[in-house]
């Protein structure tokens, strides 16, 4: 198993980032919160977990160690596979998932594009006694990883949505929506907290498909 890669970041790409590895290009598949903390050319760790099926290798990489953890813990409910394990954790940090599955909280699990009412029920029972209780941490560091990027946050917000496989257009009605919440945060602590805005966003797009 690889368990991280370590290396300069040779390419970028809405859900896939290049690592150069010992001279070797690793292809890693990241959320979009992941690849908004990467920049091209300078050094990164991520935590990886190698999905091998009989047609393809494919390594997905993590911010940390918890959120690769938590990408094989959500595997091991029926019907969730590497990328709705990996869509999960692009719209929660790893503690904001612990805490849906904790309390029951149905909405949480279906602003994932893919999951409906049903699939939500289904995952809670199934993963209620799996993630355990949350740490305190993660959401908080995956906000202040993003939010130090230079890119605006509404460009960051925009690939990211785009990125979980919603249209650019859609994309760009959600960033307006949530405008005003990004506009008090920066006002209030001079920067815009992405993954929450993020989570705002995607709930703005479920009511209106």
Do not use: N
Request: with cysteine; glycine share 10%.
């Amino acid at each position: 198993m690889i368990a991280f890669v370590t290396g300069p970041v040779a390419a970028l790409a809405p859900t896939t980032a290049v690592i150069e590895v010992g001279g070797v290009g690793m292809a890693v598949q990241c959320t979009p919160t992941t690849i908004a903390g990467l920049r091209l050319g300078e050094q990164a760790r991520l935590a990886t977990s190698l999905v091998v099926r009989e047609d393809s290798l494919t390594l997905y990489g993590f911010a940390d160690d918890d959120e690769r953890q938590v990408f094989e813990l959500l595997q091991t409910a029926s019907g969730v596979g590497p990328r709705l394990a990996q869509a999960m954790l692009g719209v929660h940090s790893p503690d904001a998932l612990r805490t849906a599955v904790s309390t029951g909280d149905e909405k949480a699990l279906m602003a994932v594009p893919g999951i409906g009412k049903k699939g939500a029920q289904k995952l809670l029972l199934e993963l209620k006694d799996k993630l355990g209780a949350p740490l305190g941490t993660s959401g908080l560091v995956g906000a202040q990883r993003v939010a130090a990027g230079p890119a605006p946050w509404s460009e960051q917000l925009a690939a990211a949505l785009i990125g979980l496989g919603y249209a650019s257009r859609e994309a760009e009605e959600a960033v307006a929506a949530v405008a005003p919440q990004a506009e008090a945060a920066i006002a209030e602590s001079g920067s815009a907290p992405v993954p929450q805005l993020l989570r705002a966003a995607l709930q703005t797009l479920s009511r209106t498909r």
